[in-house]
Structures are given as structure tokens and as C-alpha cells.
């Protein structure tokens, strides 16, 4: 079946401006994770969503960052006020279910460039 | 909190030859570590993965090893091939979410 799916896949914008990124999740995985990639650097996770519970935002990097996920499937990753350090490829991972040992199957990512 | 380290930065291997990266975690309390490739410009994908209840799991010319002691775990990549070349990325997870701590990241080249 189809994969984790991002959008878009670039999006360059200047800086002070809001961006909102989109992931739909594989069918049928009730678990979804934001991470972030910065230029030769590993992935840093961002947020958790899990069914009905409430997100785990522990890794979202000021205010300016919120994400929602709206009937349990896809989710919007969104920046507000846009920074030059905010440049990386946002990267969206689903798994069946939540918890540990769960294998997390990513998307393409978005990489956001701030002018 | 939890970190992961991850050596060495970038491996250069003649095809043929094996590859071993090696990771450190601080959480004792990890219990999960996967191991991801990615090629330049795609998606990381899901190579190997083990879990604390065993030392070692093998998967044709990938094999990956847990010292749980010493908190680190290494990937084993054997007869080497060109297309084994990526950038390979180790995670550990010790929270109820499932949320990955990733290492920095090491870039293999095989040598044809």
C-alpha cells in the first residue's frame, strides 16, 4: 500500500512568514511522529501523536512551532514567524501503534528553506 | 536526557569488505534500537532493529549486536557492495511514546 506521504516536498519562503507542512500516515497506523533533519545532522524528534491522547510536544523547539492532527489521521506541522535556523527537512514517521519497538516507517520530508 | 553517540562520522570500505558502526546511549532505560539508511536525498528506511531482550539479530549481510552493560549497540555489514553506500543512522527509544533519539549519522562508502 501506499507510504507516509508529505507535502510539499519544497517549500522556500522568507523569513517572518508562517509555513504549514502536511503528513498523511500510512492507513491504519495510529501513530504519528514529526522529526526534524538539519544539514548533516541526525533526526530530532519534534511531536508524538497517539489515537485520542494527548500529543507528547516535548521536542517542539519554541511556540512558534504547533501541530495538530485532526480525525486521527493526517497531521499539519505549522511554523509561525518563520527563522533562518528553522532550515531543515521536516520528516514524518507513522507506526501501527504507539509505544516502544514499534518499527517507524517516514516520508519523503519537506525541506523548508528560510530566506 | 537521553543521547545517542554515534562513530565513526563517515567509513570508506572497499567492496567486499565489512563495515561496523558503533553507538552509545546515556538511558539505561532503552529498550529499543533501530537502525536506518539513507540514500541522498530520500527517506530514511528501516534496515534492522533489536530489542533489549536479545544481543544480537541477524538479517542476511546485516547483523547487529547490544552490550546492554555498556549501553552500545553496532551494525555489522558484511561483503560490502556499492549500493551499500548511504548515510546509516542509529536510534534508541526508552519512552512509553516510542519517540527515537537519534546518533549523528555515518556516511559509508564502499569502493567498487
Known amino acids: 500500500g501506499a507510504g507516509v506521504s508529505q507535502s510539499p516536498s519544497n517549500k522556500v519562503t522568507e523569513k517572518g512568514k508562517d509555513v504549514e507542512l502536511r503528513c498523511d500516515p500510512i492507513s491504519g497506523h495510529t501513530a504519528l511522529y514529526w522529526y526534524r533533519q538539519s544539514l548533516g545532522q541526525g533526526l530530532e524528534f519534534l511531536i508524538y501523536?497517539?489515537?485520542?491522547?494527548?500529543?507528547?510536544k516535548s521536542g517542539l523547539p519554541s511556540d512558534r512551532f504547533s501541530a495538530e492532527r485532526t480525525g486521527g489521521s493526517v497531521s499539519t506541522l505549522t511554523i509561525q514567524r518563520t527563522q533562518q535556523e528553522d532550515s531543515a527537512v521536516y520528516l514524518c514517521?507513522?507506526?501501527?501503534?504507539?509505544?516502544?519497538?514499534?518499527?517507524?516507517?517516514f516520508g519523503d520530508g519537506t525541506r523548508l528553506s528560510i530566506l | 536526557g537521553e543521547n545517542v553517540e554515534q562513530h565513526p562520522s563517515t567509513l570508506s570500505v572497499q567492496e567486499g569488505d565489512s563495515a561496523v558502526i558503533k553507538c552509545t546511549y546515556s538511558?539505561?532505560?532503552?529498550?529499543?534500537f533501530p537502525w536506518y539508511k539513507q540514500e541522498l536525498g530520500k527517506r530514511p528506511q528501516l534496515i534492522i532493529d533489536i530489542r533489549s531482550n536479545v544481543g544480537e539479530k541477524k538479517d542476511q549481510r546485516i547483523a547487529v549486536t547490544l552490550n546492554k552493560t555498556a549501553k552500545h549497540f553496532s551494525l555489522h555489514i558484511t561483503e560490502t557492495q556499492p549500493e551499500d553506500s548511504a548515510v546509516y543512522f542509529c536510534a534508541a527509544s526508552s519512552s512509553n511514546t516510542g519517540k527515537l533519539i537519534f546518533g549523528q549519522g555515518t556516511t559509508l562508502q564502499v569502493k567498487p
Open positions: 514517521a507513522s507506526s501501527l501503534a504507539g509505544g516502544v519497538g514499534q518499527p517507524q516507517h
Open positions: 501523536f497517539q489515537g485520542n491522547s494527548a500529543p507528547d
Open positions: 538511558d539505561s532505560a532503552s529498550n529499543y
